[in-house]
């Protein structure tokens, strides 16, 4: 089956998802902001959590007609982003949702992205009782965390199989 890959990456990660995943499946990934062509043909998009922001929620929202995946990437532990599932509250409900383990480097982050994990790091140790994903957040400050998993984007695959 074919489909359509589309992401948007910050810091390279989700592109290196979107670029495995079109390898599995056989096809290309392109930026979001690249055209879609006018059919029918099943789209998957990724893009980094920032925040409350989820671009390829955006993008997946502004589809008709096919069917439709998003997939976040983001440091919060795997199990706590699939149980929270906050892509239900961004998309429709026909469209599949994925969670992937993502990786952070201080090293190249913007310095106002560093503010930012800094700020919330200051809070999360404020809190009395802190949750394993606390913990791991405060423990990943200020150094290069990579959680990537590729072994991740068989579910996507799965779901891409399905539609057959």
Do not use: C
């Not at 599995?24 to 920032?50: K, M, R």
């Not at 955006?58 to 096919?66: E, F, H, L």
């Not at 990437?73 to 706590?80: A, K, N, R, S």
């Not at 599932?85 to 992205?113: N, W």
Request: net charge positive.
């Amino acid at each position: 089956m074919q489909v359509h890959i589309r992401y948007f990456s910050v810091y390279g990660s989700t592109q290196t998802y979107a670029e495995h995943l079109a390898g599995l499946l056989n096809t290309s990934a392109h930026p979001l902001e690249v055209p879609l062509p006018d059919d029918a043909t099943p789209v998957i998009a990724l893009s980094p959590v920032h925040g409350p922001v989820v671009q390829a929620a955006t993008y997946a929202r502004k589809i008709q007609g096919r069917p439709v995946a998003v997939a976040a990437v983001g440091m919060t532990l795997l199990d706590v982003a699939r149980e929270k599932d906050s892509l239900r509250k961004l998309v429709p409900e026909h469209v599949a949702r994925f969670y992937l383990p993502g990786k952070l480097e201080f090293s190249t982050m913007s310095t106002a992205h560093r503010a930012t994990l800094a700020s919330i790091s200051t809070m999360l140790r404020a809190k009395p009782v802190k949750s394993a994903n606390d913990k791991a957040m405060i423990a990943a400050m200020g150094t290069d965390t990579d959680r990537m998993d590729f072994a991740e984007l068989q579910p996507i695959v799965q779901w891409v199989q399905s539609l057959r």
